[in-house]
Structures are given as structure tokens and as C-alpha cells.
């Protein structure tokens, strides 16, 4: 893990990232939402490559008492391993490698009752982006449920929700599909009623 081609690399990024940093802070023009955007891009760096970085692969013991019936029933189960290991992952989305921590999978398979053969798909970034388009598509859905007849004559409304829906798409395989066609033919009639 520790090798000093590794760290030197990682050194050269975090010297580029400061030097970007304080390039724009010394920047006039610079606005408040670039720093904070800059300034979350640099945390998150430095955050993943500590954990990959410094995490020790510790082993815990799996307890397979704690799995759900679903894992449980599992016709595989009896080929896993005793002990949970530090998984390295590359991100479906963004292609950026994470790891699925074994306190992490403990957590996953016998706290929340995951199926134990689940793995992890998308990084910390994307995972959190989908949830927050998740929520986002949701309560649009709710605002046009409570009044269709008006929303479906806002266009800012319209496109709005169908570019997050197609955000969202980014992420997961299972987006709405008939919703998008909705949206799409809805702005289609609007904006040809416009022209
Ligand atoms: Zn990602």
C-alpha cells in the first residue's frame, strides 16, 4: 500500500489541487459557489486517498448468525470466507477506485441485513449524487401530482424534471422510462405551441 512512487504521485495532485486553490482565491473575479465547489473536489481527494492509502486490510469475522433468511437460504453461502477483507472496487459511473471496507460489509451484511452477495457498484461521490437526484425526482413527482393541470403548462417545470430524471440515469439502470417519454412529449407540445 505504502510505496513511494504512490505517495509521490499523490503528493504532486494535492500540490496541483492547493496551487489551483489559491490560484483562485487570489483570483478577483472569484466567485463564492467556485471556492466551495473546489474546496469539497479537494476534501473528497484527500479523504479517498488517506482511506486508500492508510486502511489497513483488517479482517472481521463474519457472524453468520446475524445474516438475513435471504442469505441464510443462499445455496452459496457455505463457500464464504470466514473473515471479511478490504475490497477494491472501480465505480460503474465515474470510473474512480473506492473501497468496500470489510467494517463496512460487516455493517452492510449483518446490521442492515444486505443480501451477502451485494456488492458495491458506484463510489461514495456517485452513490450520494443518485440519492440526492433520487429525492429530487421525488419531490417533483409530488409537486405535479398536487396540481397537473398547471404543471403540465410550466415548461421550466417540465424541463427541469425530465433533465433530472436523465441525471439520474447516469446512476442506476432503473429510472423511469415511461416518465421521461411523458415529460419529453408534454415540453414538445409546449414548445411547438410557442413557436
Ligand atoms: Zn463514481
Redesign the pocket.
Known amino acids: 500500500m505504502w510505496n513511494s512512487r504512490c505517495n509521490q504521485a499523490v503528493a504532486c495532485e494535492i500540490l496541483l489541487l492547493t496551487r489551483q486553490l489559491t490560484s483562485r482565491v487570489n483570483t478577483a473575479s472569484l466567485r463564492a459557489l467556485d471556492a466551495i465547489t473546489l474546496a469539497r473536489n479537494f476534501a473528497g481527494f484527500v479523504r479517498r486517498k488517506v482511506k486508500c492509502m492508510c486502511v489497513v486490510p483488517f479482517k472481521y469475522k463474519v457472524d453468520f448468525d446475524r445474516y438475513s433468511r435471504n442469505s441464510k437460504n443462499s445455496y452459496g453461502l457455505h463457500l464464504r470466507e470466514n473473515f471479511y477483507s478490504n475490497i477494491t472496487y472501480k ?6 477506485l ?1 473501497i468496500f471496507s470489510a467494517i463496512e460489509q460487516k455493517k452492510a451484511y449483518e446490521n442492515r441485513q444486505e443480501y451477502y452477495e451485494q456488492k458495491r457498484i ?6 450520494r ?1 443518485k440519492r440526492r437526484l433520487l429525492k429530487l425526482a421525488q419531490n417533483l413527482e409530488a409537486e405535479y401530482c398536487r396540481n397537473k393541470q398547471a404543471k403540465l403548462e410550466d415548461l421550466d417545470f417540465l424541463l427541469s424534471w425530465f433533465n433530472t430524471l436523465n441525471e439520474y440515469k447516469k446512476y442506476s439502470h432503473r429510472y423511469n422510462h415511461m416518465r421521461i417519454k411523458f415529460l419529453r412529449k408534454h415540453i414538445d407540445v409546449l414548445l411547438n405551441k410557442n413557436m
Open positions: 465505480c460503474r459511473s465515474c470510473g474512480k473506492d458506484l463510489c461514495q461521490d456517485c452513490w449524487s
